[in-house]
């Protein structure tokens, strides 16, 4: 049963420190999508890949936020620095090319920045 | 621009109970409809889709069909348990990119 990882689950962090999240994609799907959800502004997306090279960042913040594709089996999404307003469950998932084919959502990370 | 909009929940039902979710859309051309539900703790998966008006998706006892005169996928179950308590995302997706538009999420709590 293929399925998007995610890694760490969970991250506890200070203010200022840099955050790293992974996520592997399932094998074969080449569209790749960051999503941000938190209770206030729901589901958000952030950024997404389509074979490894970016389609739209228009929902990340540009001097804080950075994502990649460094080859086709894993996706990061990195903070750099964190602040608390960051904190939120951040999900990968990854598709098939196409409009109709579904997105398999990861488990996500949990971040807190304190 | 693409937008979906679901009904605010909390959705509170007893066992067995009809649950109606209402999303309507707006969008340019013909989307791709979804309906995604999101578990506690877990991340969203897809529950059931339709390509194109009339179609009727349907999946774990849940039906939606594809009205494009309304423009509404609304999500129906006939007799709710336990275990369909969750928050549930209506989603549209464009041929252009394979990107989706979400809905808020309803929170459905299904009690015993």
């Known amino acids: 049963d293929a399925r998007v990882t995610q890694t760490p689950r969970d991250k506890v962090t200070e203010m200022g420190q840099e955050v790293t999240m992974r996520c592997q994609p399932i094998l074969g799907h080449n569209t790749v999508f960051w999503y941000r959800q938190t209770m206030m502004q729901g589901l958000e997306l952030l950024a997404y890949f389509r074979n490894r090279a970016p389609l739209d960042d228009s929902g990340m913040p540009k001097d804080r936020f950075s994502a990649e594709m460094p080859d086709a089996t894993l996706a990061t999404l990195k903070i750099q620095p964190s602040e608390p307003r960051d904190s939120a469950v951040y999900f990968c998932?990854?598709?098939?090319?196409?409009?109709?084919?579904?997105?398999?959502f990861g488990p996500g990370t949990r971040l807190l920045v304190l | 621009g693409n937008s979906v909009t679901q009904m605010e929940g909390p959705v509170t039902l007893s066992e067995e109970a009809f649950l109606t979710i209402n999303c309507t859309y707006t969008?340019?051309?013909?989307?791709?409809l979804f309906w995604y539900v999101q578990y506690p703790g877990e991340g969203l998966q897809l529950l059931l889709k339709?390509?194109?008006?009339?179609d009727k998706g349907s999946n774990k006892g849940f039906e939606a069909t594809y009205r494009k005169e309304t423009t509404s996928f609304h999500l129906e179950k006939g007799s709710v348990q336990v275990s369909d308590s969750a928050v549930y995302f209506c989603?549209?997706?464009?041929?252009?990119?394979?990107?989706?538009?979400f809905g808020g999420g309803t929170r459905v709590l299904v009690k015993p």
């Open positions: 969008a340019t051309g013909y989307p791709s």
């Open positions: 989603a549209l997706g464009k041929a252009a990119g394979n990107k989706l538009t």
């Open positions: 998932a990854s598709a098939r090319g196409g409009a109709e084919e579904t997105q398999y």
């Open positions: 339709a390509t194109k008006a009339d």
